[in-house]
């Protein structure tokens, strides 16, 4: 049934990029929507196909760019919020002397912490099993 719908769209399609209102419509990337409209009937030219990869590239370079922007800034935060004994610094003393976790307690708690989920989620030992 999905196949009936999709080919009356193709042919009632009144805007600019064929292509690009698929994917919309659809909710599938260039590559999809070209696949898909090669198996409906629809001709793609190579350089349609091009266009569509040229698209996807850079829309994949445009996220990569933005999570390495995220990465940096989240590193910048913690440079500004750490100190180099310090995990966190959670204030200071009347007289400037920094206060917070240290990154050995943080290391400690973090394992305690997960020693203790695998102890609460193991509910068979070893020696148990068949």
Aim: charged share 40%.
């Amino acid at each position: 049934m999905q196949h009936v719908k999709n080919t009356k769209w193709l042919e009632k399609y009144e805007g600019k990029n064929l292509i690009k209102g698929y994917c919309k419509r659809f909710c599938v990337d260039e590559l999809c929507a070209l696949t898909e409209m090669e198996m409906l009937g629809y001709k793609v030219s190579g350089k349609e196909r091009q266009k569509a990869i040229k698209a996807m590239e850079a829309r994949k370079m445009q996220k990569l760019k933005k999570k390495e922007k995220r990465e940096r800034k989240q590193k910048q935060y913690e440079e500004i919020y750490s100190d180099e004994p310090f995990y966190f610094i959670a204030g200071y003393t009347e007289n400037g002397v920094p206060f917070g976790i240290t990154h050995k307690e943080m290391e400690t708690d973090l394992s305690e912490t997960a020693q203790k989920n695998n102890e609460k989620w193991n509910v068979f030992d070893e020696d148990s099993v068949l």
